[in-house]
């Protein structure tokens, strides 16, 4: 255990309060508290903060952002890196020794609280996975109307405002929101916050999930 600072990547799959923390957990109660835990697995709001009082030990939250068709060109070229911790030394030395400017010279380093930082993930990931249900019910639209809705779409991704993704429909050959994190990280947000917008946008995601082709 000569080492200081130590990744935490596992799965945090949703349950019915929020995300499971078990294998989070189980790392940190495998090594010594000396060690600084960067968090990288998505985790609901206040999860840092709950486990540096659990276990008395010092956490970093270091989200990941990677898309499973892109994953190894985000992680060499990250667009952001976002660091949380209310220990701005802590932060620095991560930036120093992990995330120096010749490493990852484009990228935009976002230093923030643990918990602000927690929350980016799920407000990104959320943002794209509404994309998605918008463009699936505009798309069922456009059927119904007799409307092409891929020149809709190449139209809108013209726009500088709404970036060149989410906006395809049907997708590898399917309706609805897929792949690993963003249903989960939506279910998992809708039942943290509890709130009605968020649990809407998991009833709508359950039925355009059920479209078929």
């Not at 010092?58 to 990677?66: G, K, Y």
């Not at 918990?115 to 463009?135: C, D, G, L, S, W």
């Not at 279910?187 to 968020?198: M, T």
């Not at 809407?200 to 995601?205: A, F, G, P, R, S």
């Amino acid at each position: 255990e000569d080492f200081k600072y130590l990744f935490v990547c596992v799965p945090t799959p949703s349950t019915s309060n929020g995300c499971d923390l078990s294998q989070v957990e189980e790392v940190i109660k495998k090594f010594d508290k000396k060690h600084i835990f960067i968090i990288r697995s998505t985790v609901t709001p206040g999860t840092a903060v709950m486990l540096m009082k659990k276990y008395d030990c010092t956490i970093v939250s270091n989200p990941e952002f990677l898309t499973e068709s892109t994953a190894e060109d985000d992680a060499i070229n990250p667009d952001i890196i976002v660091l949380g911790s209310s220990t701005k030394s802590i932060i620095k030395d991560i930036r120093n020794l992990f995330y120096t400017k010749k490493r990852f010279p484009n990228s935009k380093i976002i230093e923030a609280d643990n918990k602000t930082a927690e929350m980016i993930k799920y407000a990104i990931n959320n943002f794209y996975a509404i994309k998605v249900i918008f463009a699936n019910y505009f798309y069922q639209i456009c059927n119904k109307e007799g409307v092409e809705y891929e020149k809709i779409k190449e139209t809108m991704y013209k726009r500088k405002w709404i970036g060149k993704n989410h906006l395809t429909v049907p997708y590898n050959k399917q309706f609805g929101v897929r792949g690993k994190c963003l249903p989960k990280d939506l279910i998992a947000f809708a039942k943290y916050s509890d709130n009605p917008f968020f649990n809407k946008m998991v009833e709508y995601m359950e039925e355009i999930n059920n479209w078929e082709i």
